[in-house]
């Protein structure tokens, strides 16, 4: 069966509380985000998976009037959180998001699961060999990938952002790296600090179509360099690099 997985927590070190951040007077980020993908028609059963901190009580609270699945885990070893959940969901195929990255166009969800079955890889991601946005990440890959990786992941990179040790290890997994014809990796808007937060915000005061297409903001922000600036100076990944240096 595929599931989705979310991650979510409060405990952002570069924007506290972020996921539950209003942008507009309705809805915060994590709740456009699943508003977002209940136009995946392949994904039956989404899970957001938060931790056991007490923290992290308030995303369950918000959560009770939405249709997805709660898992909570380790707040550090995201790995074991993710291992752990598809394992009690019985999940054979997982989808990664992140409550990051509110704006994902569902119909590249929808894309990368087809490549995906498609395919005979293990794990598929458009997120490192980039022609998409930053803020439109997808990664699926298969529970035993997912286990093994559970398994034999060391580094606190692996384990805080759960899929390095794939990519790491390209000779254990068969790797497809979804692409796109069109380069579009200069545009980001993913959130991690407030800029990039400021940015959604303004990207979402232009687009009134529901749901949010790639296109339409591409175009905004070619059309609005001014807008594209707000977040120019924010370092891709941070904290994924800061975490390979605490290895």
């Not at 991650?7 to 007077?25: E, F, P, Y």
């Not at 707040?75 to 009690?88: G, I, Q, T």
């Not at 969800?109 to 995906?116: A, E, G, R, T, V």
């Amino acid at each position: 069966m595929i599931g989705c997985i979310i991650q979510a927590r409060m405990c952002s070190t570069r924007l506290k509380g972020k996921v539950l951040h209003k942008i507009n007077s309705e809805e915060t980020i994590l709740s456009f985000l699943l508003k977002q993908i209940t136009n995946c028609k392949s994904l039956k059963t989404v899970v957001v998976a938060t931790t056991e901190l007490d923290e992290d009580d308030v995303i369950v609270d918000f959560l009770k009037s939405y249709d997805v699945e709660i898992f909570r885990g380790n707040s550090e070893n995201v790995l074991d959180r993710f291992y752990h959940c598809a394992k009690k969901f019985k999940f054979s195929t997982i989808v990664r998001l992140t409550a990051d990255n509110p704006l994902i166009d569902p119909q590249i969800i929808n894309d990368s699961i087809q490549k995906y079955s498609n395919s005979d890889c293990d794990y598929l991601t458009n997120s490192i060999d980039r022609t998409f946005p930053n803020g439109t990440e997808v990664e699926i890959f298969s529970f035993n990938a997912l286990e093994t990786a559970w398994k034999f992941a060391k580094k606190k990179s692996e384990r805080e952002h759960v899929t390095p040790y794939f990519y790491n290890n390209p000779n254990k997994f068969k790797i497809h790296h979804f692409k796109q014809k069109q380069d579009q990796s200069k545009f980001r808007y993913s959130i991690d600090r407030k800029e990039d937060y400021l940015l959604v915000l303004k990207i979402l005061s232009k687009i009134n179509t529901r749901p949010i297409k790639t296109s339409d903001i591409i175009e905004l922000l070619t059309n609005y360099p001014e807008i594209k600036k707000l977040n120019s100076h924010i370092i891709p990944n941070e904290g994924y690099v800061k975490s390979i240096s605490e290895d």
